[in-house]
């Protein structure tokens, strides 16, 4: 659970956490952002931000019961008293609703709640709110016919200028709204009669029953039935059977006197004798209020129309916003009802956009093309422009116009912003892969996910491609990635199943998969079939039953038969296709490493590339961007200018010679086009090698006259790509060469290096047949010092190594170099001084993993204490923290973590059960305390202990594969292999602890 003083996502800095059932609310102010210091309320008020629990991550219909509250309060949001949800945001990996935050009164009220905790509320009070509430369901069921809120209570009755506001529609139900999840059950102290049956079936009778509790508690000051305890069926029996006690109320007279009979009407046992619905209740209230303070109710009635028309204008200005919410929880059919509502003459380019976006998720992409369209002619933003020729293309390619798609992501490559630019390498991926092109998809991605490990699309994308070339490990460690970033997405889950299924034989492992992406918010077709087949291999019975129920209660009968059927045949293939391999094997195919790709990828780019000498394995990384794999050497041929050539040098550098006329206007634009695609298209991938930083000149062919503008070593001879003329650089001055160099040397990152020291350093984990000893020795003879695994600089390449998918289980090292670099310098590039010795390396161990960096040699010296020296450090300025009575359940956790690396264990479970005690709602901490105990041997302690964290936060992978060895220590070896599956399911087999 994120706490006080965090950023929430970007924008929202918690000032309030609010737990209770199973959301949470943070309360926060708005953080300013895009130049604006206003808050989404349109002033400088406080937000609400609603969320369920971290702990029903994995589980369905919490899961589903959110996703349709939020659909149904935003339509709900622009009727009077409803607490308008004014967007849905996704913040991390979980869903957000964005609503007004309800100041505390002078009282500190935030509810009706807090109002009655100081008694009874004033009968006027007790009017008016009533009647605000009674209008805010009324319109409800007008908008939605037979629609039950499921909680009324005063909790859910917020306070916001001493207005009442109808707020949590988490058990909301409708025929019209469909998807009740009736597991989920009404608050016992309001939960009428009828609603303790086994199977309830929600009504507007039963709200107005809960109603008339509200409204005799807001009277009395206490519920009908005085506190019966936690005891439900002592609860039941008084909703059942007992009468109310009224006592005698020394205020209010007459009107308090109506009040109270209304309250009882409602709570009548019978459903059908109460009043019919929110229509009648308002009737009657209208009727006291008349009678009684004429005045107020006009006021009440006045307010309710201002707020509807304040509402509606504040909906208005989040439209965009709320659409795009809708997008992200897969409501799109919603998302065109709102934008039907705007008519098309005041529609703004963004709102076009979004229609030709809702309408493409909805399959109707020849109309979404035209809405694009549209948006285009209308003036969209940079960023909205270029968002917009995304999805036009993704439109191109699922009406089949593929050569038109992959054409408009080929030219955004060149133009768009590096913020954007990843968003159309995935997206020019998924054209390959509709057309089934793997290696092509293989070639895209690979390089991109080693600058970008934490795209979750690009990995399941790069997964998909593995599938379709038949590299069934590497897809599945595709998919693992893609699910550490993303652990929400239950298509990735799907997909990995259908690995497990159709190629590895692992049917235990899919059925878990399909399990998670069902508890993550998942299923469809191919999903129930899957899981179909699963459970009938798995002989899952409880499974089958709960499957076949829904299939033939949710689904037409030909449409269930097929899915059925269509499962059938699949169990008799995989039982073919198996009969003669466990189930645990693996690929049918000879594993094919991550690096057997990307040569064959780069030997076909690169070709304007000549004169290479020899290519660099791609294994390398600088830790601002990866080293890829340069051509092979080919021989000149004949060029049109303007033209790009790259020369590759065995040293992981490259020089550049670029051929126009530089006294052409175009001359700048020209080298940018070219130059933006020789180092953004991965597939060429220059970005990862080192532009060599010696100054650039003109130079002059003296056959054709063509200038070649280069970096190359003054003197060196060229061959010239349009005569074949092989000549000797010289430098060509001139006025109109000056500023032309300065502007070039400032777009590609050359710069004077201040003659300051640096140091240079140097990861290595070789392949398993090479030992570190001969790492050594090539670092040793350049000159490069071996610095301690567990120094800061040394533990931060580790991390950027494990993002690149380096194996914990394999040596390691690392190695140092501190000089001054002369000359210049190619921003974000590898110095020579590294390439040279990793050159060296990978031509020793091709298979090695290098990474690099560079930093100040003062930075440096400071980053080269130690873990221990620091754990040492931190270790004491807890400890006094502690002492002095401000230790908190982090404070506890870090101390036992240090004990325990100690192998100081009673100590450390000592400080464990501290954490826990501190903040016993924290995953963390019984996650912590889980491993103390199992370093302890206390096998049974550690598995309730993890087995608490994960209640709490099931995607706790380390927690889940520690709960494994529990089980395998006390014997339930089946047990293990059930949490294994489902660890790998949520990682992907990625996990490497």
Same mark, same amino acid.
Request: with cysteine.
């Given at each position: 659970?994120?706490?006080?003083?965090?950023?929430? !996502?970007?924008? =929202?800095?918690?000032?309030?956490?609010?737990?209770?059932?199973?959301?949470?609310?943070?309360?926060?102010?708005?953080?300013?952002?895009?130049?604006?210091?206003?808050?989404?309320?349109?002033?400088?008020?406080?937000?609400?931000?609603?969320?369920?629990?971290?702990?029903?991550?994995?589980?369905?219909?919490?899961?589903?019961?959110?996703?349709?509250?939020?659909?149904?309060?935003?339509?709900?949001?622009?009727?009077?008293?409803?607490?308008?949800?004014?967007?849905?945001?996704?913040?991390?990996?979980?869903?957000?609703?964005?609503?007004?935050?309800?100041?505390?009164?002078?009282?500190?009220?935030?509810?009706?709640?807090?109002?009655?905790?100081?008694?009874?509320?004033?009968?006027?009070?007790?009017?008016? =709110?009533?009647?605000?509430?009674?209008?805010?369901?009324?319109?409800?069921?007008?908008?939605?016919?037979?629609?039950?809120?499921?909680?009324?209570?005063?909790?859910?009755?917020?306070?916001?200028?001493?207005?009442?506001?109808?707020?949590?529609?988490?058990?909301?139900?409708?025929?019209?709204?469909?998807?009740?999840?009736?597991?989920?059950?009404?608050?016992?102290?309001?939960?009428?009669?009828?609603?303790?049956?086994?199977?309830?079936?929600?009504?507007?009778?039963?709200?107005?029953?809960?109603?008339?509790?509200?409204?005799?508690?807001?009277?009395?000051?206490?519920?009908?039935?005085?506190?019966?305890?936690?005891?439900?069926?002592?609860?039941?029996?008084?909703?059942?059977?007992?009468?109310?006690?009224?006592?005698?109320?020394?205020?209010?007279?007459?009107?308090?006197?109506?009040?109270?009979?209304?309250?009882?009407?409602?709570?009548?046992?019978?459903?059908?004798?109460?009043?019919?619905?929110?229509?009648?209740?308002?009737?009657?209230?209208?009727?006291?209020?008349?009678?009684?303070?004429?005045?107020?109710?006009?006021?009440?009635?006045?307010?309710?129309?201002?707020?509807?028309?304040?509402?509606?204008?504040?909906?208005?200005?989040?439209?965009?916003?709320?659409?795009?919410?809708?997008?992200?929880?897969?409501?799109?059919?919603?998302?065109?009802?709102?934008?039907?509502?705007?008519?098309?003459?005041?529609?703004?380019?963004?709102?076009?956009?979004?229609?030709?976006?809702?309408?493409?998720?909805?399959?109707?992409?020849?109309?979404?093309?035209?809405?694009?369209?549209?948006?285009?002619?209308?003036?969209?933003?940079?960023?909205?422009?270029?968002?917009?020729?995304?999805?036009?293309?993704?439109?191109?390619?699922?009406?089949?116009?593929?050569?038109?798609?992959?054409?408009?992501?080929?030219?955004?490559?060149?133009?768009?912003?590096?913020?954007?630019?990843?968003?159309?390498?995935?997206?020019?991926?998924?054209?390959?892969?509709?057309?089934?092109?793997?290696?092509?998809?293989?070639?895209?991605?690979?390089?991109?996910?080693?600058?970008?490990?934490?795209?979750?699309? #690009?990995?399941?994308?790069?997964?998909?491609?593995?599938?379709?070339?038949?590299?069934?490990?590497?897809?599945?460690?595709?998919?693992?990635?893609?699910?550490?970033?993303?652990?929400?997405?239950?298509?990735?889950?799907?997909?990995?199943?259908?690995? =497990?299924?159709?190629?590895?034989?692992?049917?235990?492992?899919?059925?878990?998969?399909?399990?998670?992406?069902?508890?993550?918010?998942?299923?469809?077709?191919?999903?129930?079939?899957?899981?179909?087949?699963?459970?009938?291999?798995?002989?899952?019975?409880?499974?089958?039953?709960?499957?076949?129920?829904?299939?033939?209660?949710?689904?037409?009968?030909?449409?269930?038969?097929?899915?059925?059927?269509?499962?059938?045949?699949?169990?008799?293939?995989?039982?073919?296709?198996?009969?003669?391999?466990?189930?645990?094997?693996?690929?049918?195919?000879?594993?094919?490493?991550?690096?057997?790709?990307?040569?064959?990828?780069?030997?076909?780019?690169?070709?304007?590339?000549?004169?290479?000498?020899?290519?660099?394995?791609?294994?390398?990384?600088?830790?601002?961007?990866?080293?890829?794999?340069?051509?092979?050497?080919?021989?000149?041929?004949?060029?049109?200018?303007?033209?790009?050539?790259?020369?590759?040098?065995?040293?992981?550098?490259?020089?550049?010679?670029?051929?126009?006329?530089?006294?052409?206007?175009?001359?700048?634009?020209?080298?940018?086009?070219?130059?933006?695609?020789?180092?953004?298209?991965?597939?060429?991938?220059?970005?990862?090698?080192?532009?060599?930083?010696?100054?650039?000149?003109?130079?002059?062919?003296?056959?054709?006259?063509? =200038?070649?503008?280069?970096?190359?070593?003054?003197?060196?001879?060229?061959?010239?790509?349009?005569?074949?003329?092989?000549?000797?650089?010289?430098?060509?001055?001139?006025?109109?060469?000056?500023?032309?160099?300065?502007?070039?040397?400032?777009?590609?990152?050359?710069?004077?290096?201040?003659?300051?020291?640096?140091?240079?350093?140097?990861?290595?984990?070789?392949?398993?047949?090479?030992?570190?000893?001969?790492?050594?020795?090539?670092?040793?003879?350049?000159?490069?010092?071996?610095?301690?695994?567990?120094?800061?600089?040394?533990?931060?390449?580790?991390?950027?190594?494990?993002?690149?998918?380096?194996?914990?289980?394999?040596?390691?090292?690392?190695?140092?170099?501190?000089?001054?670099?002369?000359?210049?310098?190619?921003?974000?590039?590898?110095?020579?001084?590294?390439?040279?010795?990793?050159?060296?390396?990978?031509?020793?161990?091709?298979?090695?993993?290098?990474?690099?960096?560079?930093?100040?040699?003062?930075?440096?010296?400071?980053?080269?204490?130690?873990?221990?020296?620091?754990?040492?450090?931190?270790?004491?300025?807890?400890?006094?923290?502690?002492?002095? !009575?401000?230790?908190?359940?982090?404070?506890?956790?870090?101390?036992?973590?240090?004990?325990?690396?100690?192998?100081?264990?009673?100590?450390?479970?000592?400080?464990?059960?501290?954490?826990?005690?501190?903040?016993?709602?924290?995953?963390?901490?019984?996650?912590?305390?889980?491993?103390?105990?199992?370093?302890?041997?206390?096998?049974?302690?550690?598995?309730?202990?993890?087995?608490?964290?994960?209640?709490?936060?099931?995607?706790?992978?380390? #927690?889940?594969?520690?709960?494994?060895?529990?089980?395998?220590?006390?014997?339930?070896?089946?047990?293990?292999?059930?949490?294994?599956?489902?660890?790998?399911?949520?990682?992907?087999?990625?996990?490497?602890?």
């Amino acid at each position: 659970m994120s706490k006080v003083g965090e950023l929430l !996502g970007e924008a =929202y800095r918690i000032l309030e956490v609010l737990s209770g059932g199973m959301a949470d609310v943070y309360i926060c102010e708005f953080v300013e952002r895009a130049g604006s210091s206003e808050s989404p309320s349109g002033g400088r008020r406080r937000i609400a931000l609603k969320t369920f629990q971290q702990r029903y991550f994995f589980d369905q219909g919490v899961r589903l019961s959110f996703i349709r509250e939020a659909s149904t309060w935003l339509r709900l949001s622009g009727l009077p008293h409803i607490l308008p949800v004014l967007s849905v945001e996704q913040i991390g990996d979980r869903p957000f609703l964005l609503m007004i935050a309800a100041e505390r009164g002078p009282e500190g009220e935030r509810s009706i709640a807090d109002l009655l905790r100081s008694g009874p509320i004033a009968p006027n009070l007790t009017l008016r =709110y009533a009647l605000q509430l009674a209008i805010g369901l009324r319109a409800a069921g007008q908008q939605f016919a037979g629609l039950v809120h499921g909680d009324l209570k005063p909790a859910n009755i917020l306070l916001i200028n001493g207005d009442g506001f109808l707020a949590d529609f988490g058990l909301v139900s409708a025929v019209s709204l469909g998807r009740a999840d009736h597991r989920l059950q009404s608050t016992w102290a309001y939960c009428a009669p009828e609603l303790w049956d086994a199977r309830p079936t929600p009504s507007v009778a039963s709200d107005v029953y809960a109603f008339g509790t509200l409204l005799f508690e807001m009277l009395c000051g206490h519920t009908p039935f005085v506190e019966q305890g936690r005891d439900r069926s002592t609860w039941e029996k008084a909703h059942r059977t007992l009468t109310p006690v009224t006592p005698a109320i020394q205020s209010g007279g007459p009107m308090t006197a109506d009040v109270l009979d209304l309250a009882l009407a409602c709570l009548v046992k019978r459903p059908e004798e109460r009043p019919v619905d929110f229509a009648a209740i308002v009737d009657r209230l209208d009727s006291i209020y008349k009678e009684h303070d004429p005045v107020d109710h006009l006021m009440v009635l006045m307010r309710a129309h201002e707020l509807k028309q304040n509402t509606g204008a504040q909906m208005a200005a989040f439209l965009e916003s709320r659409i795009a919410g809708l997008l992200g929880i897969d409501e799109p059919a919603q998302a065109l009802e709102e934008l039907d509502r705007v008519p098309q003459d005041r529609y703004t380019p963004g709102l076009w956009l979004q229609r030709g976006t809702t309408l493409s998720l909805l399959n109707r992409d020849t109309e979404a093309l035209e809405s694009f369209e549209r948006a285009q002619r209308a003036g969209l933003s940079p960023d909205d422009d270029v968002r917009c020729e995304v999805e036009y293309a993704l439109s191109l390619k699922r009406v089949g116009r593929f050569q038109e798609a992959e054409s408009i992501y080929e030219r955004l490559l060149i133009s768009v912003s590096d913020e954007q630019l990843p968003l159309v390498i995935i997206n020019l991926a998924t054209v390959y892969l509709q057309q089934k092109r793997g290696s092509e998809t293989v070639r895209l991605l690979e390089p991109f996910v080693r600058r970008n490990p934490d795209s979750a699309l #690009a990995w399941a994308n790069l997964g998909q491609a593995y599938v379709f070339e038949r590299r069934y490990q590497d897809a599945e460690r595709a998919y693992g990635r893609a699910l550490v970033a993303a652990p929400q997405e239950g298509r990735v889950r799907t997909m990995l199943a259908a690995l =497990y299924m159709d190629h590895l034989g692992r049917i235990e492992d899919a059925w878990a998969a399909l399990d998670a992406a069902f508890d993550s918010g998942f299923e469809g077709r191919d999903w129930l079939v899957r899981m179909l087949t699963c459970s009938v291999l798995l002989n899952k019975k409880d499974s089958i039953d709960g499957l076949m129920y829904g299939l033939t209660h949710n689904f037409k009968k030909e449409s269930a038969d097929s899915m059925i059927a269509e499962a059938k045949e699949m169990v008799q293939s995989l039982i073919e296709k198996y009969k003669e391999r466990p189930a645990a094997s693996q690929s049918d195919q000879p594993a094919t490493t991550e690096n057997d790709s990307v040569e064959t990828a780069q030997e076909q780019a690169h070709t304007s590339a000549n004169e290479a000498e020899e290519s660099a394995t791609p294994d390398h990384q600088s830790a601002k961007g990866t080293h890829d794999q340069p051509p092979a050497s080919e021989e000149p041929t004949k060029a049109r200018i303007p033209f790009l050539n790259l020369r590759f040098y065995d040293t992981l550098d490259f020089t550049l010679d670029f051929y126009d006329d530089p006294a052409s206007p175009t001359f700048r634009n020209s080298f940018v086009g070219e130059w933006r695609r020789a180092v953004r298209d991965p597939r060429i991938a220059v970005g990862g090698v080192s532009l060599r930083g010696s100054p650039f000149y003109f130079t002059r062919c003296p056959n054709c006259g063509v =200038y070649v503008l280069t970096n190359r070593d003054v003197g060196y001879r060229i061959s010239c790509r349009m005569c074949d003329t092989r000549w000797q650089t010289d430098p060509t001055t001139g006025s109109v060469f000056e500023p032309l160099l300065r502007d070039i040397s400032s777009i590609v990152g050359i710069r004077e290096q201040p003659p300051v020291p640096m140091v240079f350093a140097l990861w290595v984990q070789p392949s398993e047949n090479v030992s570190l000893d001969q790492i050594a020795a090539i670092c040793t003879e350049g000159r490069f010092e071996r610095w301690g695994n567990s120094t800061l600089l040394s533990i931060h390449l580790l991390q950027q190594a494990i993002k690149s998918g380096a194996r914990l289980e394999r040596p390691w090292g690392m190695w140092a170099l501190e000089t001054i670099p002369a000359g210049s310098w190619a921003h974000g590039t590898t110095p020579r001084e590294v390439a040279s010795v990793v050159r060296k390396i990978q031509r020793f161990d091709p298979q090695a993993r290098t990474i690099s960096t560079e930093l100040p040699a003062e930075q440096a010296r400071s980053m080269r204490t130690t873990a221990e020296e620091v754990e040492a450090e931190t270790e004491e300025l807890v400890r006094q923290k502690i002492r002095a !009575g401000l230790g908190t359940a982090a404070d506890y956790r870090a101390i036992a973590n240090v004990l325990s690396h100690r192998r100081e264990h009673a100590e450390a479970e000592r400080y464990a059960r501290a954490a826990v005690a501190a903040d016993a709602q924290s995953a963390e901490m019984w996650e912590c305390l889980g491993l103390v105990l199992y370093k302890r041997d206390d096998f049974s302690g550690a598995r309730e202990a993890l087995e608490g964290a994960i209640a709490l936060d099931g995607r706790r992978v380390l #927690a889940l594969e520690a709960l494994a060895a529990c089980y395998i220590q006390l014997g339930d070896n089946a047990r293990a292999r059930e949490i294994r599956s489902r660890a790998n399911s949520i990682s992907g087999g990625a996990f490497q602890g």
